[in-house]
């Protein structure tokens, strides 16, 4: 599925402001599970909700920009399986220390 070498991500600008914190981390790869860690930083859950729409559309913008796909067929095609895994997930997550 994912069919790239593991790199470690540049931090974005705004790490630098020493207000800002990260909240999230995904690592996975071919045939291996992925990995999150993150922080319940909000006391509403329904952030979380926001946050994953704002970044299903950043990751359809720049599909958007390849040129191989449309930011509107990529934005589609992410809903289809986000509802996809929403209706028969295709694992449970675990909780690891």
């Known amino acids: 599925m994912f069919g790239r070498k593991a790199i470690e991500l540049e931090k974005p600008p705004l790490s630098r402001d020493y207000r800002a914190f990260e909240i999230l981390r995904v690592w996975g790869g071919?045939?291996?599970?992925?990995?999150?860690?993150?922080?319940?930083?909000?006391?509403?859950?329904?952030?979380?909700?926001?946050?994953?729409?704002?970044?299903?559309?950043?990751v359809a913008k720049a599909y958007g920009n390849t040129g191989d796909l449309s930011e509107e067929e990529a934005l589609k095609r992410i809903k289809e399986l986000f509802d996809a895994e929403w209706t028969s997930p295709t694992d449970a997550p675990l909780q690891v220390k």
Do not use: E
């Open 30 to 58: 071919d045939n291996l599970p992925q990995q999150y860690s993150l922080k319940t930083v909000w006391g509403d859950p329904g952030a979380w909700g926001l946050m994953l729409v704002d970044i299903a559309r950043h």
